[in-house]
């Protein structure tokens, strides 16, 4: 039987008080139906900093005291490195807290599953933080998209070029190991644009990819490459790295009528979002774009500030998440299916991932030995 929605603000723990909490603290802030009522670290220091900046009225060295002092939690959301978010979501969820998590969800699609069976037995929501889902302009390309007002997808180009030091980045102990992280730029970087490519243009049909270790000393790979085919028919060409010093994320989508492009680092809004008409579409070879294709003048940056509102709101009416915090698995099984490729030196399909297939553990048991298998395949 579902649960009746508090009508009261929203009550809110946040878990990991490092970078990203600042961010949720911010958003939940911008939202008078909300109220973080406690926060969770065993980092006293980090903790400190984060509740002298914030004004938290009580803190906990982890979830499991947060959850035990805190009776009526609605809403707990994990900011905490990856390798922790399994466990932590089922106990939250077991809790009878909803879940707001930050990318990655977790560490593989098994895991994913586990979290997924404990938010239905406890009848609560999961949502995942992809940012990159939210702003007016991509709400209103997706639309465009959908309708087929843009044509049908050809071919496309997913870059997360960015640039990630060894003496900072990857000096934190989580990052740079299968174990901890899951994965290497691919999950922790590149899934941010995977994921809104596949918000675009919905589900995949096979992935074909390589992985590398070029420059950064780190267990996991720095590069890929990947070819991906939509279930559409579109192709796309895939590369992720942390080595790019001019940094970039761009998606890119040609359609029979258009071309459709995003180019921004980590946020984007409508003055990052170009659509290009194809010559001769209207006549000449410059043609003036249809009126509908214009973006909406009532633009709202991406960011967590829309995401939480967005999941909030779904929270508040008892109603399921909206789609800019829904279908977290498409993601997460490209992300897979790149490293399984590469891993396995051909190409992968949906039925390579069905339920059963060992690939659905991800890479976190033995990442050294497949990055091994990633590192030198087909050399
Ligand atoms: N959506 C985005 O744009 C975005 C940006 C950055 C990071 N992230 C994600 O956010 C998550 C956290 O990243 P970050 O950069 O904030 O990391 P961080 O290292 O700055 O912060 C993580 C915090 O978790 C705390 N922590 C560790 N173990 C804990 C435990 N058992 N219980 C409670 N807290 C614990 C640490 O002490 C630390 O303060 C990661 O999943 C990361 O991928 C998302």
Known sequence: MTQEPPTRPLRVALVGTGAIAHAHAAAVAADPGAEVV???????????????????????????????????VDVVHLCTPPG????????????GAHVVCEKPPVLSLTELDDVLAAARAADRQYAVVFQQRTGTAVGHVQRLLASGELGRPLVGICHTLWYRKQEDYYAVPWRGRWATEGGGPLLGLGIHQLDLLAFLLGDWAEVDARAFRLDRDVETEDTSVATVRFANG??????????????TSYVRVDTTTATVEVEHLYG?????W????????????HPEAPASWALPADDEPSGHVP???????????????????AEPYRSLELVTA??????????????????????????????VEDLRALSTHRS
């Open 307 to 325: 995401l939480l509102r967005a999941v909030y709101d779904a929270l508040r009416s008892g109603g399921p998440l909206p789609p800019v915090a």
């Open 84 to 95: 922790l978010h399994r466990d932590q979501a089922v106990q939250a969820l077991s809790a």
């Open 338 to 367: 790149i490293y399984a490729s590469a891993a396995l030196g051909r190409p992968v399909t949906p039925a390579d991932l069905a339920p059963g297939s060992p690939l659905r553990d991800g890479f976190a048991h033995d990442g």
């Open 268 to 272: 984007h809004d409508a003055s990052s």
């Open 234 to 247: 579109a192709v796309v060409s895939v590369v992720t790295t942390a080595l790019a010093p001019r940094q």
């Open 38 to 72: 406690a926060v969770a670290d065993p980092a006293a220091e980090v903790r400190a900093t984060f509740t002298e900046r914030f004004g938290v009225p009580r803190t906990y060295p982890d979830l499991a005291a947060l959850l035990a002092g805190e009776a009526g």
């Open 274 to 285: 170009r659509l290009t008409p194809a010559p001769g579409r209207t006549g000449g070879e």
